[in-house]
């Protein structure tokens, strides 16, 4: 079973330009998410898809970020402009499962990240 | 938003059992994971416990779970120098994202 790839997996940018990052789950998989790990830390939820439907975007900061999951499969997460504290490892993830699902621990399986580094 | 808390650095010589120590806060969290971050590679699951559990065993690692103090410790038993690695706490919320801790780093020497 193939698992969670993201490109790129590294990109350099100045400071007030605009990045996009692509996601492809699982396959099969109903729910995606972007987390954002700032170096030092852990991973801090950006956004939360079921389907295409978006389940939370709470911590997203949408002045500059945005995202999507047209059709339900990839997705892709945008910064624009972007600023020096957005220097992070983009991680996505995805499970199998949806919110309504009660049963057994749905695992969140992830991809290796996108390193992006403002300058 | 309310911190998953761990200690940030552990050290132990290869041979010996690690335990790495968890609080979390959300007393309704379904499920409690450890997850391990190697070098410049994404985060690999390790275990899960339910919260209705007190302990869960799995090859070499024992999960400890006590829910009156939200108390999680993970013990690897015979640790080796391939288990050096950041290792992460993370609850479950209610809409099933993961809320993580900022890690431990874990060093083995030999």
């Known amino acids: 079973e193939a698992g969670v790839a993201q490109s790129p997996r590294y990109k350099i940018i100045e400071k007030r330009q605009s990045v996009a990052f692509w996601c492809n789950p699982i396959?099969?998989?109903?729910?995606l998410y972007w987390y954002q790990q700032i170096l030092g830390q852990g991973p801090k939820l950006l956004i939360q898809f079921q389907n295409n439907g978006v389940v939370d975007d709470s911590q997203l900061p949408k002045d500059r970020f945005s995202a999507e999951r047209l059709k339900g499969v990839d997705s892709t997460l945008k910064i624009q402009p972007a600023k020096l504290e957005d220097s992070a490892v983009y991680l996505c993830?995805?499970?199998?499962?949806?919110?309504?699902?009660?049963?057994?621990?749905?695992?969140?399986?992830f991809g290796p990240g996108t390193r992006l580094t403002v300058l | 938003g309310e911190d998953v808390e761990q200690s940030l650095f552990l050290s132990v010589r290869e041979g010996d059992s690690s335990v790495i120590n968890c609080t979390y806060t959300d007393s309704s969290s379904t499920y409690l994971y450890w997850y391990k971050q190697e070098p410049g590679a994404g985060l690999q699951l390790l275990t899960y416990?339910?919260?209705?559990?007190d302990m869960k065993q799995d090859q070499r690692l024992t999960v400890l779970l006590n829910k009156k103090d939200k108390h999680l410790s993970l013990r690897i038993a015979d640790t080796q120098t391939g288990d050096s690695a950041i290792y992460f706490c993370?609850?479950?919320?209610?809409?099933?994202?993961?809320?993580f801790g900022k890690g431990t780093s874990l060093l083995v020497t030999p």
């Open positions: 416990i339910f919260s209705n559990m």
């Open positions: 993830a995805s499970s199998l499962r949806g919110v309504s699902w009660t049963g057994e621990a749905d695992t969140q399986y």
């Open positions: 396959s099969g998989h109903a729910t």
């Open positions: 993370a609850e479950r919320n209610s809409g099933y994202a993961l809320n």
